[in-house]
């Protein structure tokens, strides 16, 4: 397939930091994906929650299954845009492995627990992760990945306009992101990809675990007509899993759809022709429409009133919470119940934000079941060490 002059082309690759080995049979895109598939924190997003804690069952979504969807639907929308598919693909692998155990409530408190030293930002993590924390080549540190790959996922949410992190700030200075820029084509397209999958995901796994109804679901009109298009075609059909499964398929090419339509538009308005021409935009060029915004709004409120902040969500939110920072404030206050490889990477003389920093990182990189076992073996005396 001939990609659009405005996709990025392996030639059109700004490199890598490390100069590194060639690969003929592979683009440099698809090598970063390879890296990516292969790494321990993409391994260890299997047991991470998206919104149910790893142990509740019933084959909800993990940050891993989520990926992958969102990664599914970014080849879909990249390949019908004449963009380059494995570029928005590695992106889309990328942008939650950074992700502490427990989803948001475990990000949350890393981000109280870090308040003073810096904060905590899982898109930051990513980062980290990428270019430092995993450590697979003894030429360099991290995975070395390419410019595009690394800058559309510290931007796919958007361009940054005030930097904080002091890391961030650091690599930047090598590798300059274009920060206050918005990313390519392929990274926005990841970040739509996003919100389709978890926004229709949810509903999968928020119904199933029945927090709300179908019924309840469908007094949100454009659910209501999936609802009677489905029943209509199907009337002998009783089971709720087929019909919940009906409204997301249906949902997902709605919005796949939808931002097809609307983007190509954009292009076309915004007068998109070569990669430098989507960055300088005022707004993301991959985006709904403002009909589409309009119902995803309606969406949105409908999770967050019947699902996030369900009892059931909200009190294991609270766990998670809890067991976050009190790992944190436990290992901060005494370094020596750290594991030993994680106690050797402080110095004898270290300040306190270098020991928060790798408490930060230590928790930041547990699943949640590594997060409940380390709690439990501090905290319950009859649990052995």
């Known amino acids: 397939m001939e990609l659009a002059s405005y996709a990025l082309t392996p030639e059109k690759s700004r490199g890598r930091l490390y100069p590194d080995f060639a690969v003929f049979i592979r683009s440099p895109f ?95 993590q990513s980062l980290k992760i990428m270019t430092k924390l995993e450590s697979h080549y003894p030429e360099f540190e991290g995975l070395n990945l390419t410019w595009e790959t690394l800058a559309g996922t510290v931007k796919h949410n958007g361009p940054i306009k005030k930097v904080s992190d002091a890391y961030l700030k650091e690599y930047d200075k090598k590798f300059n992101f274009e920060l206050k820029l918005f990313p390519q084509l392929e990274a926005q397209v990841a970040a739509i990809a996003d919100d389709i999958a978890y926004l229709n995901h949810d509903i999968d796994d928020g119904c199933r675990a029945d927090m709300f109804s179908l019924t309840q679901l469908g007094r949100l009109p454009f659910i209501a007509q999936i609802l009677q298009d489905f029943e209509k075609k199907y009337p002998k059909v009783t089971d709720k899993n087929l019909k919940i499964y009906g409204v997301t398929r249906n949902m997902i090419a709605r919005m796949v759809f939808d931002v097809l339509d609307n983007t190509k538009a954009n292009i076309k308005r915004m007068k998109i022709c070569t990669i430098e021409d989507a960055p300088k935009q005022k707004n993301f060029v991959v985006d709904f429409s403002e009909n589409m915004k309009s119902d995803i709004a309606l969406l949105r409120q409908f999770l967050r009133a019947n699902f996030y902040t369900n009892t059931q969500v909200a009190r294991m939110d609270m766990k998670s919470q809890r067991i976050v920072e009190e790992l944190f404030s436990l290992f901060t206050n005494n370094t020596k119940l750290l594991p030993e490889e994680i106690r050797h990477k402080i110095s004898s003389n270290a300040k306190d934000v270098e020991i928060a920093e790798t408490v930060c990182t230590y928790i930041a990189n547990m699943t949640d079941m590594n997060a409940v076992e380390e709690h439990k073996k501090l905290y319950d005396i009859h649990t052995r060490f």
């Open 30 to 124: 698809q090598r970063d994906r390879d890296r990516l598939i292969h790494s321990s924190a993409f391994r260890r997003l299997d047991g991470k929650t998206q919104v149910f804690a790893y142990h509740e069952g019933k084959n909800y979504r993990t940050r891993l299954t989520h990926s992958i969807e969102v990664a599914q639907i970014t080849r879909t929308l990249c390949k019908s845009l004449n963009l380059n598919e494995e570029l928005g693909e590695a992106i889309a692998l990328a942008h939650d492995l950074g992700h502490s155990p427990f989803g948001h409530a475990g990000e949350r408190g890393l981000q109280n627990a870090m308040k003073k030293f810096g904060g905590f930002d899982h898109n930051i």
